[in-house]
T-cell receptor
Framework: TQLLEQSPQFLSIQEGENLTVYCNSSSVFSSLQWYRQEPGEGPVLLVT?????EVKKLKRLTFQFGDARKDSSLHITAAQPGDTGLYLC???????????FGQGTELSVKP | NAGVMQNPRHLVRRRGQEARLRCSPV?????VYWYRQLPEEGLKFMVYLQKENIIDESGMPKERFSAEFPKEGPSILRIQQVVRGDSAAYFCASSPGDRVYNSPLHFGNGTRLTVT
């Protein structure tokens, strides 16, 4: 069974702090996606990374895909209360939308 | 533009009853996926369908669960003779193509099934 280990599972920080969420696997992925999910809603795509070593930035969020395409990280700079939510990584091993999801990181940013 | 619409949002069934979950994909999307999210667990792939065809059902329990995506109408996930362990949030996602890196999934807000 392919697994995607996401850490930490819970993270509680103060506004203005930086944080990094990790997603690791022993499997190679053709692409990796990061989602954010609010309570009672479905996941919303933040970014897709495809190439090993790729770095993408979305405002204060920086996403990196490992050189071997087995791991990824999400770094948030100067976190704000509006960043609070569940962050999910998901790996694709083929071309289709059959994704393997990590367990999620529950982020809480306190003002 | 309407996103993926799932209904009902909440469904309560007694053990042994049938549950029918509906998903209307984004207009123009012909690829539909169903995922299940159990409490304290991540999303798990269940089934991938295109119009009138099941492409991959490797994540679907072999008994009691079935899915369809007819030529007309929504995709249906059907659970027969529900048990307490079926209680979960069921999410549907759609995409316009089968290349996830350039045809991202659009998720609905899920159906929360509670089996009493």
């Amino acid at each position: 069974t392919q697994l995607l280990e996401q850490s930490p599972q819970f993270l509680s920080i103060q506004e203005g702090e930086n944080l990094t969420v990790y997603c690791n696997s022993s499997s190679v992925f053709s692409s990796l996606q990061w989602y954010r999910q609010e309570p009672g809603e479905g996941p919303v795509l933040l970014v897709t990374v495809v190439t090993g070593g790729e770095v993408k930035k979305l405002k204060r969020l920086t996403f990196q895909f490992g050189d071997a395409r087995k791991d990824s990280s999400l770094h948030i700079t100067a976190a704000q209360p509006g960043d609070t939510g569940l962050y999910l990584c998901a790996g694709a091993q083929g071309q289709g939308g059959k994704l393997i999801f990590g367990q999620g990181t529950e982020l809480s940013v306190k003002p | 533009n309407a996103g993926v619409m799932q209904n009902p949002r909440h469904l309560v069934r007694r053990r042994g009853q049938e549950a029918r979950l509906r998903c209307s994909p984004v207009k123009g999307h012909s690829h539909v996926y169903w995922y299940r999210q159990l409490p304290e667990e991540g999303l798990k792939f269940m089934v991938y369908l295109q119009k009138e065809n099941i492409i991959d059902e490797s994540g679907m329990p072999k008994e009691r669960f079935s899915a369809e995506f007819p030529k007309e109408g929504p995709s249906i996930l059907r659970i027969q003779q529900v048990v307490r362990g079926d209680s979960a949030a069921y999410f549907c996602a759609s995409s316009p193509g089968d290349r996830v890196y350039n045809s991202p999934l659009h998720f609905g807000n899920g159906t929360r099934l509670t089996v009493t």
